[in-house]
Protein backbone atom coordinates (compact mmCIF):
# COMPACT_ATOMS: atom_id res chain seq x y z
CA UNK A 1 0.00 0.00 0.00
CA UNK A 2 2.82 2.79 1.06
CA UNK A 3 4.73 1.84 -2.48
CA UNK A 4 1.23 2.57 -4.40
CA UNK A 5 0.76 5.92 -2.79
CA UNK A 6 4.66 7.00 -3.27
CA UNK A 7 3.65 5.66 -7.04
CA UNK A 8 0.75 7.88 -7.05
CA UNK A 9 2.08 11.15 -5.38
CA UNK A 10 5.62 10.68 -8.13
CA UNK A 11 2.96 10.20 -10.89
CA UNK A 12 0.37 13.23 -9.98
CA UNK A 13 3.30 15.50 -8.14
CA UNK A 14 4.31 16.96 -11.59
CA UNK A 15 0.86 18.02 -12.76
CA UNK A 16 0.23 19.33 -9.26
CA UNK A 17 3.60 21.51 -9.88
CA UNK A 18 1.37 24.08 -12.04
CA UNK A 19 3.09 26.99 -13.90
CA UNK A 20 1.55 30.28 -12.98
CA UNK A 21 -0.50 32.25 -14.77
CA UNK A 22 0.80 35.25 -17.23
CA UNK A 23 -0.86 37.39 -14.59
CA UNK A 24 0.99 36.02 -11.93
CA UNK A 25 4.57 36.50 -13.81
CA UNK A 26 3.48 40.07 -14.38
CA UNK A 27 2.79 40.59 -11.00
CA UNK A 28 6.14 38.69 -9.84
CA UNK A 29 7.91 41.08 -11.90
CA UNK A 30 6.51 44.19 -10.67
CA UNK A 31 6.98 43.10 -6.89
CA UNK A 32 11.07 42.72 -7.53
CA UNK A 33 11.39 46.14 -10.49
CA UNK A 34 8.48 49.10 -8.99
CA UNK A 35 8.70 50.22 -5.54
CA UNK A 36 7.06 52.85 -3.92
CA UNK A 37 10.42 55.31 -4.04
CA UNK A 38 13.90 55.27 -5.12
CA UNK A 39 17.37 56.52 -5.52
CA UNK A 40 19.78 55.72 -7.90
CA UNK A 41 23.29 56.64 -9.12
CA UNK A 42 24.27 55.17 -12.92
CA UNK A 43 26.23 55.21 -16.01
CA UNK A 44 24.69 55.22 -19.47
CA UNK A 45 27.50 53.92 -21.54
CA UNK A 46 26.37 54.50 -25.32
CA UNK A 47 28.08 52.76 -28.21
CA UNK A 48 27.87 53.92 -31.88
CA UNK A 49 30.13 54.50 -34.39
CA UNK A 50 32.25 57.45 -33.13
CA UNK A 51 33.07 55.47 -30.40
CA UNK A 52 31.88 55.35 -26.77
CA UNK A 53 31.32 57.93 -24.51
CA UNK A 54 29.91 57.75 -20.79
CA UNK A 55 26.94 59.41 -19.22
CA UNK A 56 26.56 59.54 -15.46
CA UNK A 57 23.51 61.07 -13.46
CA UNK A 58 21.25 60.53 -10.25
CA UNK A 59 17.86 60.11 -10.30
CA UNK A 60 14.77 60.03 -8.01
CA UNK A 61 11.48 58.12 -8.14
CA UNK A 62 7.95 58.31 -6.64
CA UNK A 63 5.96 55.03 -8.12
CA UNK A 64 5.21 55.76 -11.64
CA UNK A 65 4.39 59.08 -11.78
CA UNK A 66 6.87 60.73 -10.29
CA UNK A 67 10.52 61.07 -11.47
CA UNK A 68 13.55 63.42 -11.25
CA UNK A 69 17.37 63.33 -13.13
CA UNK A 70 20.21 64.96 -12.65
CA UNK A 71 23.01 64.60 -15.23
CA UNK A 72 26.57 64.53 -13.46
CA UNK A 73 28.72 64.54 -16.07
CA UNK A 74 30.45 65.19 -18.92
CA UNK A 75 31.17 68.24 -18.23
CA UNK A 76 28.73 68.58 -21.40
CA UNK A 77 26.04 67.20 -20.41
CA UNK A 78 26.59 68.25 -16.50
CA UNK A 79 23.34 70.13 -15.14
CA UNK A 80 21.13 68.79 -17.92
CA UNK A 81 17.71 67.92 -15.62
CA UNK A 82 14.96 65.82 -16.64
CA UNK A 83 11.58 66.23 -14.47
CA UNK A 84 8.37 63.78 -15.31
CA UNK A 85 5.03 64.08 -13.42
CA UNK A 86 2.34 61.60 -14.27
CA UNK A 87 2.38 61.99 -18.25
CA UNK A 88 3.99 64.95 -18.58
CA UNK A 89 7.82 65.48 -19.00
CA UNK A 90 10.17 68.58 -19.34
CA UNK A 91 13.94 68.87 -19.63
CA UNK A 92 16.27 71.65 -18.66
CA UNK A 93 19.75 72.93 -20.67
CA UNK A 94 21.74 74.91 -18.51
CA UNK A 95 23.58 75.87 -22.27
CA UNK A 96 20.56 77.55 -23.21
CA UNK A 97 19.00 78.46 -19.70
CA UNK A 98 15.77 76.75 -20.96
CA UNK A 99 12.77 74.35 -19.62
CA UNK A 100 11.38 72.43 -22.41
CA UNK A 101 8.21 69.87 -22.83
CA UNK A 102 8.80 67.31 -24.34
CA UNK A 103 5.26 65.42 -26.14
CA UNK A 104 4.37 64.07 -29.00
CA UNK A 105 6.52 62.95 -31.83
CA UNK A 106 9.43 64.43 -29.62
CA UNK A 107 8.80 61.74 -27.15
CA UNK A 108 10.28 59.07 -29.96
CA UNK A 109 13.54 61.36 -29.90
CA UNK A 110 17.15 59.68 -28.50
CA UNK A 111 18.31 60.62 -25.35
CA UNK A 112 21.59 62.21 -25.98
CA UNK A 113 21.80 60.04 -29.07
CA UNK A 114 21.52 56.79 -26.85
CA UNK A 115 18.99 53.54 -28.06
CA UNK A 116 17.03 54.94 -25.45
CA UNK A 117 13.81 57.51 -26.47
CA UNK A 118 12.35 59.75 -24.38
CA UNK A 119 9.19 57.58 -24.00
CA UNK A 120 11.60 54.63 -22.97
CA UNK A 121 12.67 56.75 -19.96
CA UNK A 122 9.06 57.51 -19.38
CA UNK A 123 7.79 53.60 -19.32
CA UNK A 124 7.95 52.82 -15.71
CA UNK A 125 4.45 52.13 -15.46
CA UNK A 126 3.88 48.52 -13.75
CA UNK A 127 3.18 45.64 -16.77
CA UNK A 128 -0.03 44.15 -14.78
CA UNK A 129 -1.73 47.50 -15.73
CA UNK A 130 -0.61 47.54 -19.11
CA UNK A 131 -0.47 44.47 -20.87
CA UNK A 132 -1.82 40.95 -20.77
CA UNK A 133 -0.04 38.05 -20.59
CA UNK A 134 0.62 34.19 -22.14
CA UNK A 135 2.74 32.03 -21.00
CA UNK A 136 4.38 29.96 -23.97
CA UNK A 137 6.82 27.40 -22.61
CA UNK A 138 10.40 27.67 -21.04
CA UNK A 139 13.43 28.32 -22.50
CA UNK A 140 17.08 28.82 -21.49
CA UNK A 141 18.84 32.42 -21.64
CA UNK A 142 22.71 32.61 -20.07
CA UNK A 143 21.88 29.24 -18.36
CA UNK A 144 19.32 30.21 -16.57
CA UNK A 145 15.15 28.02 -17.23
CA UNK A 146 12.83 30.98 -18.52
CA UNK A 147 9.30 31.76 -18.57
CA UNK A 148 8.82 32.37 -22.18
CA UNK A 149 6.18 35.25 -21.86
CA UNK A 150 3.94 37.04 -24.44
CA UNK A 151 2.41 40.33 -23.96
CA UNK A 152 -0.28 42.37 -25.87
CA UNK A 153 -1.22 45.92 -24.43
CA UNK A 154 -4.49 46.50 -22.92
CA UNK A 155 -3.86 50.76 -23.33
CA UNK A 156 -3.67 52.25 -26.53
CA UNK A 157 -0.92 54.64 -25.39
CA UNK A 158 1.76 52.35 -24.47
CA UNK A 159 5.21 52.87 -26.04
CA UNK A 160 5.16 49.10 -27.34
CA UNK A 161 2.45 47.54 -28.31
CA UNK A 162 3.53 43.85 -27.61
CA UNK A 163 6.54 42.06 -26.01
CA UNK A 164 8.47 39.29 -25.87
CA UNK A 165 9.72 38.01 -22.80
CA UNK A 166 11.87 35.31 -21.29
CA UNK A 167 11.60 35.98 -17.38
CA UNK A 168 13.97 33.64 -14.77
CA UNK A 169 11.75 31.20 -13.24
CA UNK A 170 13.55 31.42 -9.79
CA UNK A 171 13.97 35.16 -9.63
CA UNK A 172 10.80 36.72 -11.63
CA UNK A 173 12.95 39.09 -13.34
CA UNK A 174 12.98 39.46 -17.39
CA UNK A 175 16.52 38.46 -18.42
CA UNK A 176 15.43 39.06 -22.27
CA UNK A 177 12.86 41.18 -23.91
CA UNK A 178 11.74 41.84 -27.37
CA UNK A 179 9.88 44.87 -28.27
CA UNK A 180 7.04 45.26 -30.70
CA UNK A 181 5.67 47.87 -32.72
CA UNK A 182 2.04 47.67 -33.50
CA UNK A 183 3.36 47.38 -37.17
CA UNK A 184 4.92 43.62 -35.56
CA UNK A 185 7.75 45.33 -36.24
CA UNK A 186 10.93 44.21 -33.75
CA UNK A 187 11.93 47.96 -32.81
CA UNK A 188 14.25 47.21 -29.43
CA UNK A 189 15.66 44.72 -27.92
CA UNK A 190 16.73 44.58 -23.94
CA UNK A 191 18.74 42.28 -22.13
CA UNK A 192 18.98 42.66 -17.83
CA UNK A 193 21.90 41.35 -16.06
CA UNK A 194 23.96 40.88 -12.71
CA UNK A 195 20.84 40.78 -10.85
CA UNK A 196 21.48 40.98 -6.97
CA UNK A 197 18.88 40.82 -4.09
CA UNK A 198 18.35 43.97 -2.48
CA UNK A 199 15.89 44.88 0.04
CA UNK A 200 14.20 41.55 -0.48
CA UNK A 201 14.18 41.67 -3.88
CA UNK A 202 15.77 41.18 -7.14
CA UNK A 203 17.17 43.59 -9.27
CA UNK A 204 19.24 44.14 -12.50
CA UNK A 205 22.22 46.10 -11.64
CA UNK A 206 23.36 45.92 -15.83
CA UNK A 207 20.68 46.31 -18.54
CA UNK A 208 21.79 46.91 -22.59
CA UNK A 209 19.35 48.57 -24.61
CA UNK A 210 19.38 47.86 -28.56
CA UNK A 211 17.39 49.70 -30.92
CA UNK A 212 17.03 47.06 -33.61
CA UNK A 213 16.47 50.05 -36.56
CA UNK A 214 19.81 51.50 -36.64
CA UNK A 215 23.27 50.15 -36.31
CA UNK A 216 25.65 50.24 -33.40
CA UNK A 217 25.88 48.14 -30.21
CA UNK A 218 23.61 49.37 -28.05
CA UNK A 219 23.27 51.41 -24.73
CA UNK A 220 24.39 50.05 -21.31
CA UNK A 221 22.86 51.06 -18.29
CA UNK A 222 24.89 50.72 -15.34
CA UNK A 223 23.40 51.35 -11.71
CA UNK A 224 26.70 51.85 -9.36
CA UNK A 225 24.03 52.75 -6.18
CA UNK A 226 20.32 51.95 -5.26
CA UNK A 227 18.05 52.46 -2.45
CA UNK A 228 14.16 51.93 -2.47
CA UNK A 229 11.42 53.06 0.32
CA UNK A 230 13.17 56.19 0.95
CA UNK A 231 12.59 59.64 2.37
CA UNK A 232 12.28 62.63 -0.90
CA UNK A 233 11.39 65.63 -0.16
CA UNK A 234 8.33 66.94 -2.26
CA UNK A 235 10.62 70.00 -3.55
CA UNK A 236 12.25 67.20 -5.90
CA UNK A 237 9.23 66.84 -7.99
CA UNK A 238 9.00 70.28 -9.06
CA UNK A 239 9.29 72.21 -12.17
CA UNK A 240 11.67 74.66 -9.88
CA UNK A 241 14.19 72.32 -9.11
CA UNK A 242 14.84 71.91 -12.96
CA UNK A 243 16.77 75.32 -12.42
CA UNK A 244 18.29 75.09 -8.99
Given at each position: ???F???????V???????P????I????????S????F???RM??????G???????S???G????F?E??S??????T??????DH???YS????????I???ML?Q?????D?S???M???A???SSY??TV?????V???V??KV?????????A?????M????E???????E?????????K?M????L?E?Y???????S?FK?????G??TEFV?D????????PD?V????????
Amino acid sequence: MKTFVALLLLLVGPSMAAEPTGVEILDAIDANLSSENRFLRSRMIIHNRRGERTIESQSWGEGTTRSFTEYLSPPREAGTKMLKLEDHLWTYSPSTDRTIQISGHMLRQSVMGSDLSYEDMMDDADLSSSYDATVEGTEEVDGRVCWKVQLEATKPDVAYQSRRMWVDKERMVPLLQELFGKSGRLLKTMTLSDLQEIYGRWYPMKSRFKDELKSGEGTEFVIDEIAFDQDIPDHVFTKASLRK
